[in-house]
């Protein structure tokens, strides 16, 4: 059996009292697409900032290509991290550098590349994820659709091993989403990098991924693959495929609090 590129144990995360994260396991193999999934307050985004080593965890350990990364010299860190691309939520482009600047600023802050070199290769990523004529173009000139896709050319400019999306989809119309869900699809097969995608939406994952985690008030219910998953018959990710809300109270209870509030006496009194 190979070796997992990623491999999680027992992480347990805590702020305060507050248990995020409670002995997660979890294993993504080199070369494959996962999808971690989860409602809001799950602790997808805590997991992958600890994956990533934003930051430390109260308990447990993390292994990127057989490195523990809570437990490695500054200088083994940053070898890891070079190896791995990030594509934040929000983009997290500098507004004041260009499209090419931004993408440019990985390879002039880690590498001792020329000049000349670093403006071939930024074209090239650039052009992979269809931005080549807007180089010169700033964050704030750009669609949400475009900026997502130089976040992506900046995430892979140092043609990382492990390549980490943080709600891709996020604030996209449908078509975008799609043309964005084809990009990771192609980053995969044609670079064969290891893709972990944290999102919330079935579409997309269950168009791109290999397999489907999902968290659940911070535990590991499920590390499934698709068709797997789809067929569960467990009630919390029947509750999520089926988007059935949580019920918050019946109707009766709603209409006295709202009477109370409203400071109306009840007609049975």
């Given at each position: ?11 347990t ?7 995020v ?7 993504i193999?080199r070369?494959?697409?996962?999808a ?11 997991m ?12 447990g ?7 523990d ?5 500054p200088a083994?860190l ?10 934040f ?17 990985p390879?002039?802050e880690?590498t001792?590349?020329?000049d000349?070199v670093?403006?071939?290769m ?8 269809g931005?080549?004529?807007a ?7 750009l669609?949400?659709?475009m ?5 992506v ?11 980490v999306?943080?709600?891709p989809?996020a ?19 044609a ?5 972990l ?12 991924a290999?397999?489907?985690?999902m ?20 009630p ?19 209409q006295?609090?709202f009477?109370e ?9």
């Amino acid at each position: 059996m190979t070796t997992p590129i990623i491999s999680v144990r027992g992480l347990t995360v805590s702020y305060g009292d507050h248990r995020v994260l409670n002995g997660v396991d979890l294993d993504i193999q080199r070369g494959e697409v996962l999808a971690l999934l989860g409602g809001s307050g799950s602790g997808k985004s805590t997991m992958l900032r600890h994956i990533i080593g934003l930051e430390h965890p109260q308990s447990g350990t993390i292994l990127v290509r057989g490195m523990d990364i809570n437990r490695c010299s500054p200088a083994e860190l940053k070898a890891i991290r070079r190896g791995m691309g990030v594509a934040f939520q929000g983009s997290a482009l500098f507004s004041s550098m260009s499209v090419a600047e931004n993408v440019e600023l990985p390879l002039r802050e880690l590498t001792t590349l020329a000049d000349p070199v670093i403006e071939i290769m930024t074209y090239i990523k650039l052009a992979s994820v269809g931005l080549g004529e807007a180089c010169k173009l700033l964050p704030q000139e750009l669609s949400g659709g475009m900026k997502k896709r130089a976040a992506v050319a900046r995430a892979t400019a140092l043609d990382p091993e492990i390549v980490v999306f943080d709600e891709p989809s996020a604030g996209l119309d449908p078509i975008v989403a799609a043309e964005l869900d084809e990009l990771i699809l192609f980053l995969n097969r044609a670079f064969h990098m290891t893709i972990l995608i944290v999102t919330h939406e079935m579409a997309s994952a269950l168009r791109i991924a290999d397999r489907l985690a999902m968290l659940y008030k911070g535990s590991l219910i499920a590390v499934e693959s698709k068709e797997s998953f789809t067929a569960s018959t467990d009630p919390r990710i029947r509750q999520f495929l089926d988007r059935v809300p949580d019920r918050i109270a019946d109707s009766e209870s709603v209409q006295r609090r709202f009477r109370e509030l409203a400071g109306i006496e009840d007609e049975q009194q």
